[in-house]
């Protein structure tokens, strides 16, 4: 059923600086089968905003977010159980120690589908599938999370959101502080992730290298409007990259300068590396 935002917007108040609107009107679907989907913006554009009513830990102040077939506005229905709503969309936080608590691995795993009913064979089960899942062996169920390195933290709070088996997972930030190869692992591991469960991954980054080559869809906000909803080649054509203040990836920029600079025919949209190495050996060659 997925996640269907109807002229959704959200508005912080303050008493200091006064009242601030995060989104705008915001009407997008995101389906809940098999989509890789980025979310970009300049700091303060609404990202995180937008990704909090994904899984309705706030409100719209105004329009409605439906979740799985519930509709969800601004008033809240004392019918509703949300918690359950929630584990149809697992939200990842950007810092990994906000959602590991337990004494090991394993009890951190298990304590998601332990909350939803589940019996205790079944929960541990869980979490040796989803340890598998996010490229950890079994030797870590028995660890202290808090002894782990930043990026296996990262990997265990997703295993257990992961343990719950949500149809969508969301992610803030999950590469912040990570260097490049081991932001292109932990991307590649969502990537596989997709492909083994054929869910829909939502990741929200800064970073266009990994937007250009991983996304099949990129979602755009700027001051909290949706400026742009399609596919990533499209994406890095428009004149309007320098007024969102998105940056182009490094493929496109190197490979363009030396188009202009040497009258290069070449294609400068290459997503990868290697592919930019196999452009310009083409015209190297000839």
Same mark, same amino acid.
């Given at each position: ?6 002229? /959704? ?82 939200? &990842? ?34 979490? /040796? ?12 169920? #028995? ?58 991954? /939502? ?14 869809? /990129? ?51 290459? #997503?990868? &590396? ?6 310009? #050996? ?5």
């Amino acid at each position: 059923m997925g996640i269907h935002f109807r002229e /959704v917007s959200h508005e912080y108040a303050s008493y200091q600086v006064g009242d601030y609107q995060a989104i705008n009107k915001i009407t997008l679907s995101i389906e809940d089968e098999n989509e890789f989907i980025c979310l970009v913006g300049h700091t303060g554009s609404g990202k995180s905003t937008l990704a909090q009513h994904m899984n309705a830990l706030i409100f719209p102040t105004e329009g409605e977010v439906e979740i799985n077939g519930k509709i969800i506005t601004k008033k809240r229905d004392k019918k509703t159980n949300y918690n359950l709503l929630r584990k149809h969309v697992g939200l &990842v936080f950007q810092f990994p120690e906000y959602q590991l608590f337990e004494e090991t691995v394993e009890k951190d795993i298990m304590f998601g589908p332990l909350n939803f009913k589940i019996s205790f064979e079944e929960a541990k089960a869980k979490a /040796v599938e989803a340890i598998h899942l996010v490229g950890l062996n079994e030797s870590y169920l #028995k660890r202290n999370p808090f002894n782990l390195s930043g990026g296996e933290k990262k990997r265990v709070s997703i295993a257990g959101i992961l343990a719950m088996d949500p149809d969508i997972l969301v992610l803030d930030e999950p590469t912040s502080g990570l260097d490049p190869f081991g932001k292109r692992q932990l991307m590649e591991l969502f990537k596989n992730i997709q492909k083994e469960t054929k869910k829909t991954i /939502v990741i929200i980054t800064h970073d266009m290298d990994l937007v250009y080559e991983f996304a099949n869809r /990129v979602i755009v906000l700027n001051d909290g409007d949706l400026v742009y909803d399609g596919n990533e080649e499209d994406l890095f054509k428009k004149e309007e990259l320098t007024k969102w203040a998105l940056g182009l990836p490094e493929t496109i920029k190197v490979l363009r300068r030396l188009k202009d600079q040497f009258h290069l025919d070449i294609n400068p949209y290459q #997503k990868t &590396v290697d592919q930019a190495y196999e452009e310009l #050996k083409k015209v190297m060659t000839k």
